[in-house]
């Protein structure tokens, strides 16, 4: 496919934002403050579950953790199970601007005025070939294949401190 | 490659020996302790099922796991990547 460039890079340092979201399933609870434990592998018994919680991005591990604890954080959790970690490849589009400019020739005339001998002046006209640079800006579009980690787990809220 | 971990419960002194690898929807075979959520990504000539799982599988040991569960393994044409869980096979006395 002529014009694009069809490389595929594998941007795993290339982190973007982290997206997450909730959805409650139970009365709403102040923000936690405290630390927010998470499990993948069981949930805490006697446990309230407060919501659904997912997290997302192009990001390491910790990152999206880390979005996931505070969204269970935000619904008053401090117990976040995590019922699927996984990634997902996609191949996306992305698009650059670069410099792209050359050097290019062209004959300018020139005007040179020259002493003669019995005191006059003549003035004559030559070519010469000048070389200058032409700035351009060209635009590059590729295929990136992309790693987007996700979590999606609930909420728990298992200590009940002031009530 | 590239491997990450966050701990969810508490790591011990390295282990030795050999690491299980049980894949999402298995049964784990036996009772454990959760000590961390793991992942792993390789690149390029990287980008394989025994390069990516080999990764994964190097992180347990070094939190004293003897197993990594839950492990799911997404393959790409130029990165391929796989999460999991490291645990700690609790001894059947």
Redesign the interface.
């Known amino acids: 496919m002529q014009g694009i460039c069809l490389l ?6 290339a982190h973007r934002p982290v997206a997450s979201s909730a959805y409650a399933v139970a009365r709403a609870e102040p923000s936690s403050a405290g630390n927010v ?6 949930d805490p018994p006697g446990a309230e579950e407060l919501g659904i919680v997912e997290a997302h991005g192009s990001a ?3 990152a999206v ?1 880390s979005a996931f604890r505070q969204r269970v954080a935000g619904m008053g959790g401090d117990y976040g199970r ?1 019922d699927v ?5 996609a191949v996306v589009q992305e698009s650059r601007s670069y410099e792209c400019g050359s050097n290019q020739t062209h004959d300018e005339t020139r005007f040179v005025t020259r002493a003669n001998p019995d005191g006059t002046f003549s003035t004559d006209t030559e070519t010469v070939s000048v070389t200058t640079y032409v700035s351009q800006t060209c635009r590059e579009t590729r295929d990136v ?1 992309v ?1 987007t ?1 996700s979590v999606v787990g609930r909420a728990f809220r298992t200590a009940r401190e002031g009530r | 490659m590239d491997a990450e971990r966050v701990l969810t419960g508490v790591p011990s002194a390295p282990y030795t020996g050999a690491v299980r690898i049980v894949m999402n929807g298995s049964p784990p075979g036996a009772d454990y302790d959760e000590v961390a959520v793991v992942s792993a990504r390789g690149t390029n000539g990287n980008a394989t099922l025994a390069a990516v799982l080999g990764a994964l599988q190097a992180e347990a040991p070094r939190l004293g796991c003897d197993a990594v569960i839950q492990v799911r393994y997404e393959p790409g044409g130029q990165v391929s990547s796989a999460t999991g869980v490291a645990v700690r096979t609790r001894p059947a006395w």
Do not use: G, Y
């Open positions: 595929l890079l594998a941007l795993s340092c434990r998470i499990s993948a592998t069981r390491t591990l910790e953790l995590l970690v996984a990634t997902k490849n294949e790693v980690l």
